[in-house]
């Protein structure tokens, strides 16, 4: 009886009958009676609408404050990842320990380049991304984005080929977070639709398009990451479509390799922020080539630079640092680095802690977490450098999963700044620069 009783009034509904509750009284101004008027209260706005409508306006508000925490929180594992991965590649291993290893690396980097992706996704709506200016390693970063598409296709079964060109400078000053962020999704996509045969990478300078004598002399240069793939191919009409968020190519290529779509959206937002762009084209004889086009500043290397990629880290042997962490694993992964790098840690959880700490013992450096509980990072900086001599001119080293933190950071008084994950060579050259910095100022 009740389904019945539920099926009558939904059908009086639908012939337009209105539920006595929703016809509003209004008061007639002659007479001062009130009277039942359908109309007017059919056209009255409810208050209940216009509820989504904030939530709209606050939603990527809220989204991107939520998807930077998750980048921060999410960074602090991957940063033990792959630190000790680092650390395991440089020990004596047999070949099957090595590729397990690099196959470890290579996931927890791509991971951390969807961290990076999804956070800029977020800010697409808004003011445009912050490109970072830091000096790094270029034909490091090719040789590691090279060696991730190798172990990759090896764990499939496919050939890889890397080729990085000589004329390629060996430092630069760009934004080599994002980069490779970008690099590891188009590697993960030449992958994932590549069944057999073959990847190549190819990494060379390439002339500037635009304004070319200008950026010649203030040493801005292209750089051209090619990936080639024998994967299942594009027609013209599908890469069109490839670069709209929250799209792929066809719907039997979603259901059949998965994914949201959204990689390819957000690499080519990276690659026009970074001055260039990303194109795809058919490859002959079957494939698709994405071509990654950014332009960097070319760069001297540091006097202290090693001479190769398996020397190493440089290091100032000894320093005793206060870090300010309140993750457990990032505390252990900290120590097992900084060990490792020769250094004595000693750890506390809160920011409020930092300057009575200081005072009580005799250290080198400090590495100061931003996102912590009580008092922010920032905060807790400030009031470090509001200390008498010398406490107030210790070495400060800023660490965070969010890159925007570093202004706010150096504003307050950081002397370097990392995001996170954090290779100990990031750790160990940010400290002997910084310490080299704060001794000759004295």
């Not at 450098?385 to 010398?390: G, I, K, N, V």
Request: aromatic letters at 4%.
């Amino acid at each position: 009886m009740a389904t019945s009783s539920r099926g009558r009034r939904s059908k009086r509904r639908a012939k337009g009958a209105l539920p006595k509750t929703r016809a509003a009284k209004t008061r007639d101004s002659k007479t001062g009676k009130t009277k039942t008027g359908k109309t007017k209260a059919a056209a009255k706005p409810r208050r209940t609408r216009a509820a989504p409508k904030t939530s709209a306006r606050s939603g990527p508000g809220m989204v991107e404050t939520a998807l930077a925490a998750f980048a921060h929180e999410v960074r602090t594992p991957l940063t033990g990842i792959l630190a000790i991965s680092n650390l395991l590649a440089t020990s004596e291993l047999g070949e099957r320990e090595r590729r397990w290893v690099d196959t470890i690396r290579a996931g927890a980097e791509h991971l951390a380049s969807l961290a990076t992706l999804f956070v800029d996704a977020a800010r697409s709506e808004g003011p445009g991304l912050e490109i970072r200016q830091d000096f790094f390693d270029l034909r490091t970063l090719a040789r590691h984005a090279g060696d991730s598409l190798a172990g990759r296709a090896t764990a499939k079964g496919l050939r890889a080929s890397v080729e990085v060109s000589d004329r390629l400078p060996a430092f630069a000053v760009g934004d080599p977070v994002r980069l490779r962020a970008a690099l590891e999704n188009l590697i993960d996509n030449a992958v994932k639709f590549t069944e057999q045969g073959s990847i190549e990478l190819r990494v060379a300078p390439v002339p500037a398009a635009k304004n070319a004598a200008k950026r010649q002399a203030d040493g801005r240069i292209g750089v051209a990451f090619a990936i080639s793939d024998s994967g299942i191919g594009l027609t013209l009409s599908e890469v069109k479509r490839l670069f709209r968020p929250f799209s792929q190519a066809n719907v039997s290529i979603a259901a059949r390799f998965g994914g949201s779509g959204l990689g390819l959206s957000s690499v080519k937002q990276l690659a026009r922020a970074m001055g260039g762009d990303v194109v795809a084209a058919q490859r002959s004889g079957g494939g698709t080539t994405f071509t990654l086009n950014v332009v960097l500043v070319a760069a001297e290397g540091p006097a202290s630079a090693p001479a190769s990629e398996g020397a190493a880290a440089p290091s100032s042997q000894g320093l005793r640092l206060l870090s300010v962490e309140d993750n457990p694993f990032g505390r252990v992964v900290l120590n097992t680095i900084l060990t490792e790098l020769g250094h004595h840690a000693e750890f506390i959880g809160q920011g409020e802690g930092a300057t009575d700490r200081l005072g009580q013992g005799a250290f080198d450096a400090v590495l100061m977490d931003m996102v912590l509980p009580g008092i922010s990072g920032v905060e807790a900086i400030k009031r470090i450098r509001a200390l008498p001599p010398p406490h107030g001119r210790i070495v400060i080293v800023g660490i965070s999963g969010r890159a925007e933190d570093e202004a706010a950071a150096r504003a307050a008084g950081a002397d370097a700044f990392l995001v996170k994950p954090v290779s100990p060579r990031a750790l160990a050259t940010a400290l002997l620069e910084a310490t080299r910095r704060a001794a000759a100022a004295t």
